[in-house]
């Protein structure tokens, strides 16, 4: 089997590419990728010289480089994780939010039809749904409620993906996870952000009280969640991939700190974010009772994990906080 994958220098597509080379040898991989401020191909280096891999330096939003690569390569499904994925950065522009997200998408499902791709499955987010009073979870038929320009973004993408279905009978599948964590996640996110500040001994910047509760899911059981949507999912259908793990930040934080020996007065509460999402919370028992899956990482092991990935890759880190990402820091928190 084929797949092209966008966005596969990221850190869920990245994820997913290492994961599915090194356990499927029946699977080829053509990655479609900007390398903007979050892509990295170091992501990549443990499968990058691998034979059934092929990664393409380009946007979703060049139409006539979708077409060709379509044309090419002759994909059988394309997992689309492209996007600009952050919350903060969308509220401080949302430009580049609703260009990938939007015209992007639309740009590849256009493709698609065209060149009739037998799946597309596109990746979304539990965030579509906004925030939840408790104890509402959404199922897949919860309305759409997004309140940042990222999640709006996705919720128009899931829309503009569910019409290809409808009218054109493009064979398309939506998921919709949960906030994810792992090795490789660009510092901008909670965890990764409070791993290496930690790491560095620097303040813990937690938005408004820090109760706001998330539901975390460790990156490779979501990338068994879309593998699992993609080969046993139904045409047309949309599956949520949750932890089943509920935190509020500042429990989150305090494991950080525990785990890396660091005291609680590095923490800093900070002015919230604006149209802050107080809750999200999921129900994905439609994927496990169609499909089998299930999360098995339990968040204390996952965590650990995380941390010592990020322990091990100080070069790493080093390298993607230098630069565009002082300036981004400095843009976001310096006024809080
Ligand atoms: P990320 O920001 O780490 O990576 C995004 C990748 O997309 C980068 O490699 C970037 O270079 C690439 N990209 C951006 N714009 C592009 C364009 N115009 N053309 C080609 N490539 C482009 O994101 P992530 O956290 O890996 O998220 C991947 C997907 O999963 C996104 O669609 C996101 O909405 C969704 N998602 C993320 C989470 C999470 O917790 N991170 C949770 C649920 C769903
Ligand atoms: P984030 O990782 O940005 O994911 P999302 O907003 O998409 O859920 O943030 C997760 C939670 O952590 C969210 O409630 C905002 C909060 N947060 C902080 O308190 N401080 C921070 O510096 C960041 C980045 C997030």
Known sequence: MKLLITGGAGFIGSAFVRLTLTTD??????????????G??????????SERYRFVHGDICDAALVDGLLADERPEAIIHFAAESHVDRSILSASPAFETNLR?????????????VGRFLHVSTDEVYGSLEPPA??????????????????????????????????P??????????????????????????ALEG???????????IRDWLYVEDHCRGIRSALDRGRDGEIYNIGGNCSLPNLQVVRKILAATGRPESLIRQVQDRPGHDRRYAL???????????????????GLARTIQWYRDNAD?????????????????????
């Open 25 to 38: 040898a029946a699977v080829r991989i053509v990655n479609l990728d900007k390398l903007t401020y979050a």
């Open 104 to 116: 992007g998408t639309f740009t590849l499902l256009e493709a698609a039809r065209q060149h009739a």
């Open 202 to 212: 620097r303040q813990l910047p937690v938005y408004g009280d820090g109760q706001q």
């Open 137 to 170: 979870e959404a199922d897949e038929n919860f309305p759409l409620n997004p309140s940042s320009p990222y999640s709006a973004s996705k919720a128009g993408s899931d829309l503009l993906a569910r019409s290809y279905f409808v009218t054109y009978r493009l």
């Open 283 to 301: 129900r994905s028992d439609k994927l496990t009772s169609e499909t089998g899956w299930t999360p098995e990482v339990e968040f204390e092991a």
């Open 316 to 336: 790493w880190v080093r390298n993607v906080k230098s630069g565009d990402y002082q300036t981004y820091y400095a843009r976001n928190y310096a006024h809080r």
């Open 40 to 49: 990295n191909l170091a992501n990549l280096e443990p499968v990058a010289e």
């Open 172 to 197: 398309v599948v939506i998921t919709r996870a949960s906030n994810n964590y792992g090795p490789y996640q660009f510092p901008e996110k909670l965890i990764p952000l409070m791993i290496s500040n």
